[in-house]
């Protein structure tokens, strides 16, 4: 992402040759929040026939490496509630999570540090 701020965000793409066209198959951003810098937004989207190959499972993973080495202490998730695959992802990372529903929509609450 050409415009992409390292200082407010951090965005990875995953493309792939479709015949000789390249193609995005994957987006995920960190975005960092100015008002708390001890805190981020993780989103993440896959074209669908890419989904379930572990493709977001390595983007998820990498921004959570990038959320660690800035010394973020907490990521947020906002995902449709019905999302259960962005769901169990948010769980499966290995640190404790938290979530909120409410019309329609889950906040997971990833808490990278032991405060």
């Keep these: 992402m050409a415009r ?3 200082r407010e965000e951090t965005a990875l793409l995953a493309a792939t040759l479709e015949g ?7 987006l995920a951003q960190l975005l960092f929040y100015p008002e708390d810098p001890e805190i981020g937004e993780i989103a993440l989207a ?3 026939d ?35 695959t962005m769901i169990q992802l ?13 019309d329609g929509e889950t906040t997971l609450t990833l808490t990278l540090s032991g405060e």
């Design 50 to 84: 890419y989904q379930g190959e572990g493709l977001g499972r390595a983007m998820f993973d990498l921004l959570l490496q990038v959320a660690l080495v800035r010394g973020l202490k907490r990521i947020i998730a906002v995902t449709l509630a019905e999302n259960k």
């Design 4 to 6: 992409a701020d390292q």
């Design 20 to 26: 000789e066209e390249q193609r995005v198959v994957g």
């Design 90 to 102: 948010a769980r499966n990372a290995g640190f404790d999570v938290t979530h909120e529903t409410s």
């Design 46 to 48: 896959m074209r669908d």
